[in-house]
């Protein structure tokens, strides 16, 4: 079996869902968690592909972006769709999440910045509001035809930890109410209920993203 | 051979590059192209996966979202890289892109919204001219190491495609100056130079994104 290291910065974050899929499959790795402030990560920025974490290093092997990197696990352990159709649908709605977290992203980087409030109410209003509707009736419409309970097919895919990690993250935020969301908020629990992620979740690092 | 109906604005934009797919591998696909602003969109945007284009229809089958398409297309047509580790390259180099394109959305909604020059100003100088530096630089990265003049591999893929388009309409639009940056420029015209393209880019509608 390949050696597997991944890093990125000790939180949940862009890494969770990756760090989820080895958790599913059952495939141990080096779960490389870098100290945010401490100087090793400025240190380390520039030997990384993309100046950025998280990094999946496999056998020597380097992987740069989040999604990338869940989709390599998710194929190798076979979490990635069963036919290109179900593949391509899984990959659309993680880009769909992409799209989102995108613009989520601007709150987090003023809220960080120390922006005022009138900014930050702005950018929620004008940005993270509508973007939640299109994303949310995006995800609600696919849960409402698919009977399994699962964003695509009758398993559990990589789109499905993708979404379960970022509705958690925005329930941490306050941007997911679980009573007006009954259909978001099974999706969750489905995810976290699987019982080959039961002990890792019991124990890990919570944080806000 | 299926069906292919590839439905998206008539612009270039995020469907361009599944629309070089199908060239590149010379599979013939119906281009439909929604004229904006005379209400067809409206009508159908809630019959859409995501509310959004472009949307490809395969024997019926609908999947949304562009990289999630082109990712599709690339992997029946032999153009997604040739391992599973080119593979998550070709995907990490178009989330890359992605990340970009989030931030450069920006200022494309700014300028549409009729912002002031302050406020455009602003967006370019603290949104995406740093977002562009680490951009660029990723991908110079990449090419500087990988012999083939592609990005990935030695062959073509859609990453470079992806990235080809983008470079076309960050030099529309004033942010790619080929003189400074020599393996961004070579790159854009070894995918532009591509004989199966040579027709159609010829002939093809161009459009400032």
């Known amino acids: 079996m390949p050696s597997y290291k991944l890093t990125y910065f000790d939180v949940r974050g862009l890494a969770e869902p990756s760090r989820l899929l080895f958790h599913l499959a059952g ?11 401490d100087g090793t990560w ?10 950025q974490m998280p990094v999946l290093n496999v056998d020597g092997f380097e992987i740069p972006q989040s999604m990338a990197i869940a989709r390599f696990l998710a194929k ?7 036919t290109p159709e179900e593949q391509a649908w899984v990959d659309a709605i993680v880009d769909q999440f992409k799209d989102f977290f995108g613009q989520f992203r601007q709150l987090i980087i003023a809220q ?6 009138d ?6 209003s004008e940005v993270v509001n509508p973007a939640r509707e299109t994303y949310f009736k995006a995800l609600n419409k696919i849960l409402e035809k698919n009977k399994s309970g699962f964003l695509v097919g ?6 499905d930890l993708v979404i379960a990690e970022n509705l958690l993250s925005l329930k941490n935020f306050g941007f997911f109410d679980e009573s007006k969301e009954p259909k978001l908020a099974a999706l969750k629990k489905k995810v976290f209920n699987q019982p080959s992620l039961k002990e890792y979740l019991a124990s890990r690092k919570e944080s806000q993203i």
């Open 76 to 82: 190798k352990f076979g979490f990635a769709g069963k």
């Open 42 to 51: 400025e240190r380390m920025k520039n030997s990384t592909p993309f100046g």
């Open 119 to 124: 900014e930050i109410e702005k950018i929620t």
């Open 154 to 159: 009758d398993g559990i895919t990589f789109a």
């Open 112 to 117: 960080r910045g120390g922006k005022s409030a």
């Open 27 to 37: 495939v141990p790795f080096e779960d490389n968690r870098i100290v945010f402030g």
